[in-house]
């Protein structure tokens, strides 16, 4: 018998379960639905063939689901397939297949792009095409594949499938170098160094050098050092001759080395050329020491920031001035780096690392952090500590806190509450509400300094003020056992210091703290003011403070007698689940004055109240109201008598 199978249903099943890594339930999800021709649930059985996950690695299967999505419009299958087919696994290696697939997905994967450039122009399953080739780069150039630009760079280089144009040929290798190639930056350093199709600029040469030598090019490295050796060797050869009397020769070596971006050899050949009067050349040196300041580096980085053609100009001149010891550039470098976009967490510390040796107290506590967790480094919890020190003594309140945390939980350094203690503090003065909090706890338990509960208090306050989500609580907690004194008679200031604690804390919305206010007047007593802290409570929906208003209301205590308000307070309590509420609502009703418009409704609230009474939880309330009912006919009946009542009660 047929039956109808949800494909959108067992995708979504299949995808839940994916997502919680039980693939063996996810594959057969998939594999229902695929069999009725989801495109997606084929690619994801294609890809969990193709990996092994929840079953064993196919890639024959793998090949067959990633062709039967690709008959159905997959780019991502299509690309699958070719490269199955070029690399021959799931199957046979197969040129023209290959090629096939390839260009079915170059419509959208630069990825394939490339491999259709490198098949026309290698003439792999098909014959050799230069312009067939160049447009298939351009293609993935446009969908920044970098190998794409690579090639398409490559190219113009050659004159293959276009005209040659070594000016297009350089933008194209910079665009790849930008997006991080190494062969790509190797290729612009060369360019620069030679000035082939761009401006010869040595120093932007030796900045793409170390960018691929970053990356582990060993020509980049090699080069490097044979440039740095060059010009320290041209360096010290113009000291050599202009000592010994040859300043014509002296000023040759002195320009090779400042060509290469040497600034004491800028310096001198600028000095030079203004003993031979050649002002045009002095005036040179002298803009070129400038530019290469670290501060005109700096400013001419932020300059093309703004351009957003020039993001790599820019940071080619941050880098530059950071390398020389600016300290904004190096901040910058380090958010450079930590973004998202461009995150390099190596790169990121080295930076930040140089900051903190100028004594930045931000990045100082960042290295830290860095070192703490291994991030971008090995784990080095000594190097964490220097450096969190450096900035605690320099006030910076995160790093103080973080010392202090140290000392009081014994992590790296030996346990020291004392010195938690003085670290807490410091962070403290500065406002900072963890450390206040921290100061009130260690006064309040005695933990690397003496007991002090006023101080304390005074602590805790202040971190309370700030919202601090423990404070408040730990305040309320002192002022309780400053008021109480421990069982020991206490000074009238330390009660009044006690009661101002708790009066904020009462003010902050605290109901702990606004019935423990209600309680101390209850004893003093001074009836109002109990009554006032009651009903902050009640009004905070606290039952038993409820219950106490309607008592003092009932009975005029602190306030005149008021059976409506008491019974108003006691309905409150009673819908919050007081077991005695409803009794004392009864007994409200009973006392107030009742007249011939209101009575029927005044004994049916009353038989109400007595009934909810009557299941209380509180049994000696049950007996009551059970005793109060058994009278209510002589009740109803002498309300009737007094108010000539003649009318019908119902069958209550």
Known sequence: ????????????????????????????????????????????????????????????????????????????????????????????????????????????????????????????????????????????????????????????????????????????????????????????????????????????????????????????????????AQRNEAFERG??????????????????????????????????????????????????????????????????????????????????????????????????????????????LYWVEKAAIQGHAEAQYTCAEFYMIGRGTKEDKQRALYWVEKAAEQGHIKSQCWY???????????????????????????????????????????????MDHEKAIYWLEKSAAQDYKYAKEKLLLEAKVLLKGRGKLISEGKILEALQALAKAAEWGEVSAQIEMAEYYDEKPDPKKALMWYERAADNGDRKSQYRCALRYFFGNGCEINYVQAESWASEAMSLGHPRAALLCAACVAEQEHDTYNIKDDVDNYVDYLRIAMDSSDEETRKTAKRWMDNYVERKRALMTEFNWDGTWGDD
């Open 404 to 450: 202090a945390n140290l000392y009081d939980k014994g992590i790296v350094v030996e346990q020291d509450c004392k010195k938690a203690f003085s670290w807490y503090e410091k962070a403290a003065r500065q406002g900072d509400a963890m450390a206040q909090f921290k100061c009130g706890e260690k006064y309040r338990i005695g933990e690397g300094v003496e």
């Open 239 to 348: 000291t050599a001759l202009e000592a010994s009397g040859n300043p014509e020769a002296a000023l040759e070596a002195f320009l090779l080395a400042a060509d290469w971006g040497h600034p004491e050899a800028q310096n001198i050949c600028a000095r030079l050329f203004a003993q031979a009067g050649n002002v045009q050349k002095e005036k040179y040196w002298r803009e070129r020491m400038a530019e290469n300041s670290p501060d005109a580096c700096y400013e001419k980085a932020r300059e093309y920031a703004t351009w957003s053609t020039k993001k790599e100009e820019s940071r080619f001149w941050m880098e530059k001035a950071a390398e020389q010891g600016h300290l904004e550039a190096q901040l910058n470098c380090y958010d450079y780096y930590i973004d998202q976009e461009h995150c390099d967490f190596t790169r990121a």
């Open 1 to 228: 018998m047929a039956y109808y199978i949800n494909k959108e249903d067992c995708f979504r099943r299949g995808m839940n379960c994916y997502q919680k890594k039980e693939y063996e339930k996810a594959l057969p999800l998939f594999l229902q639905a695929a069999k009725v021709q989801h495109k997606q649930a084929m690619y994801n059985c294609a890809l969990m063939y193709e990996l092994g996950l929840g079953t064993e690695e196919d890639p024959v299967q793998a090949l067959y689901w990633y062709e039967y999505a690709a008959k159905f419009g997959d780019c991502d299958a299509r690309y699958e397939c070719g490269e199955a087919y070029r690399t021959g696994k799931g199957t046979a290696v197969d040129a023209k297949k290959a090629l096939y697939y390839y260009k079915k997905a170059s419509r959208e994967i630069g990825a394939a792009c490339f491999y259709c450039g490198v098949f026309y122009e290698y003439g792999r399953g098909t014959s050799v095409n230069p312009k067939k080739a160049f447009k298939y780069y351009e293609m993935g150039a446009k969908k920044e594949h970098v190998e794409s630009m690579t090639n398409l760079a490559i190219c113009y280089n050659r004159g293959f499938g276009a005209r040659e144009d070594q000016a297009l040929a350089f933008y194209w290798y910079e665009k790849a170098a930008e997006q991080g190639f190494m062969k790509a930056q190797l290729l612009c350093a060369q360019r620069c160094e030679t000035g082939k199709g761009t401006e010869k600029d040595l120093e932007k040469a030796i900045w793409w050098y170390e960018q691929a030598a970053r990356q582990g090019s060993e020509k980049a490295i090699q080069r490097l050092q044979e440039i740095m």
